[in-house]
């Protein structure tokens, strides 16, 4: 059966969890910068440091890593202190651990898949490294793969690339929901096309903070929730 409506999912933080590989991350970095006598806020610099890296590496796989050692590097010309290359091995295994395969989905996320594939189109439209979010999307498994008509990975998300995916899947605005975690990445772009967007505000960074363009967007707490919400406005 051909179905007229779609719905667009975002995945880190809105199918599966990733901020809290970064924040369990970021917190070992702090511990293991302050054990340096490093007596500053570590994460707020590291996030400045990489927020400004995200203009020139987008998401790609090394850009974290790279941040923590360019902090590494700032703090230790401050403090008049040598590299250290036992600090530089920690640094790099923290680096690696926000690489999980496959990552975990939230406990609603198939449930949500099954029920609204029965009645819509269902997307996926993710960001990052390719060659990361592929794996990772593989690494789920063909069940969780064959709920989506279709699967887009891009550099980064915008208006411009949520543009080019309505226009290529052909339906009307007013058919068409996205659900994300990002106000900046998901929530705003949807509505500046006239997309219907629901907020699952949780797994965000400073990077992602923003405000919305516009109050007509709906915030639950889960997908349970967003599942619900759909179901009952159609």
Known sequence: MKKNKAIIFDGDDTLWKTQELYDDAKENFNRLMKSQGFNEDI?????????????????SKSRFLESMLITYVMLCGKYHKNWDIEVESKIRNIGESVFK???T???DTMET?????????????TNGDRKIQKKKIDSLGKE??????????????NEEEYGKIFNEL??????????????KSDINPALKLGLKAILI??????????????????????????????????
């Open 105 to 107: 989905l939230y406990e």
């Open 113 to 125: 898949l099954r029920v609204l594939s029965e009645h819509f189109s269902l997307v996926l439209f």
């Open 43 to 59: 994460v707020e610099l590291l996030d400045e440091i990489d927020m400004q890296r995200v203009e020139i590496l987008k998401f």
């Open 101 to 103: 395969f496959p990552p």
């Open 201 to 234: 505000p949780r797994g965000t960074w400073k990077y992602e903070e923003e405000t919305s363009i516009s109050d007509k967007i709906a915030i639950v707490s889960s997908l349970t929730e967003a599942k619900k919400l759909i179901l009952k406005n159609e």
């Open 144 to 157: 969780f793969k064959s709920y989506f008509e279709k699967i887009y990975i891009a550099e980064i998300k």
């Open 170 to 183: 052909g339906f009307s605005i007013q058919n068409v929901w996205v659900i994300g975690n990002s106000i």
